[in-house]
Each structure stands twice: as C-alpha cells, then as structure tokens.
C-alpha cells in the first residue's frame, strides 16, 4: 500500500485507467461492428467490457483522490483533474442511456467533441504545475494537449464523441508514461506530503537545474 500512496503510484493508477478505457472502447467497436452484421447478443462481452470500464473510472477516481491527497498546493490542477474525472464519467452516463439525456446530449456532435478536446488540453497542460521551470515536463504536456486537439478530426468521419475518447486515453498513456520516465530519472522532482526530498542527477539536454 505504501508504494501507491506515492505520487509514482497514483501515477501508475492513472497510467491503469487509460489503458482500461482503450480496451473498451476497442472491444466495444468490434462487438458493435459484429452486433450490426448478426443481431446477436452476447453477454459475457457485454458483462467483460463494462467491468473493464467501471475498473477504469475507479482507478482514475483513486488516482485523482491520490494526486489531491499528496499533491502540495498545485490548486489549478487538482481542480482541472476533477472537473476532467466528472467530464469524463458525464459523458459515459449520458452515452449508454443511464440517465435520459436524448434532449441535450447528442453524442456526434460537432461542438460536444471539439469542446471535449479543447477542454482535455487545457486541462492536460496544467500538469506543468508539477514543475514549473522543467522544459521537459512542459514539452511532455504540449505534446500530449496536440494529440488531444487533433482529436477534434474525427468529426470528418461523423463519429460519436467516444472517438476523442479514444484519443484522449492514448494521449494520457503516452504523456503518464513519459512522466514516469522523467521521474524515475529524477528530471523532475514533485513535492508531495510526507516525501523525503530527493538529489537531482541529471546531465542530460534536458537539464534545467541552471535555469
């Protein structure tokens, strides 16, 4: 337990809950393409896929409870991984017809999935609060809030908000895992309750100790 509770763990957590999305969102494509070719049901891709999905919003929940919880000050972020959590899980509620959403929500539209990626990169580059004087760490968010915008493409193919889902949640596996680099090469040092300080090592072009 004491290995989650750690910014690198929470991290991780979240670093889960992307991969989760990916995989339903993937396994619930072919099973529609194979529901629309033979009408049939099947329950245990049904019953899989959700426990997938429900798996992903608890592991994102508990990574943005771990980076509240841990986290010193950094209040625009913590702000923004909420408000990104409760986007995330509207959209999910209002597009499986949990609640009856017909008259405003409209899962292909253009304004609803331009906003969703415009508000996914926004928010993805308040993760520079981590550091705010790393070049590396803001090159990470940039890149990450890019793939995010680019997402906003999809509405060429008419598709369902899902798409940019889809692309947020590879643009967070990328961007978790290259905060996990950085971290573990002690390029960025996070401040966190209770962490003992760390000593920076680093001799790489990315190297901003001197700025």
């Known amino acids: 337990m004491n290995k989650i509770n750690t910014f690198k763990g929470y991290t991780i957590l979240g670093l889960l809950a992307n991969i989760s999305f990916v995989l339903f969102i993937i396994i619930t494509m072919i099973y529609y ?36 919880a841990r986290l010193r000050d950094r209040l625009l972020l913590k702000i923004g991984i909420c408000i990104y959590f409760v986007m995330e899980f509207a ?38 609060e981590l550091e705010t004087k790393k070049t590396c760490l803001q090159v990470c968010c940039a890149v990450s809030a890019v793939i995010m915008l680019l997402g906003s493409f999809s509405i060429v193919y008419k598709v369902r908000v899902y ?37 920076y090592e680093d001799s790489s072009i990315f190297d901003d100790s001197n700025k």
């Open 33 to 68: 393409s194979y529901y629309v070719k033979s009408n049939n049901i099947i329950k245990p891709v049904e019953t899989a896929a959700y426990t997938i999905e429900v798996s992903g919003f608890i592991l994102m929940l508990a990574s943005v409870m771990g980076y509240i």
């Open 91 to 128: 959209i999910m509620i209002c597009d499986f017809n949990i609640i009856d959403a017909e008259d405003f929500y409209k899962p292909a539209s253009k304004v609803l999935i331009i906003g969703h990626c415009i508000v996914s990169a926004v928010i993805v580059m308040l993760y520079m």
């Open 163 to 199: 798409a940019s889902v889809l692309v947020n949640a590879f643009s967070y596996i990328l961007f978790y895992l290259l905060i996990l680099m950085l971290y573990n090469r002690q390029k960025i040092e996070v401040d966190c309750h209770g962490d003992v300080a760390r000593v």
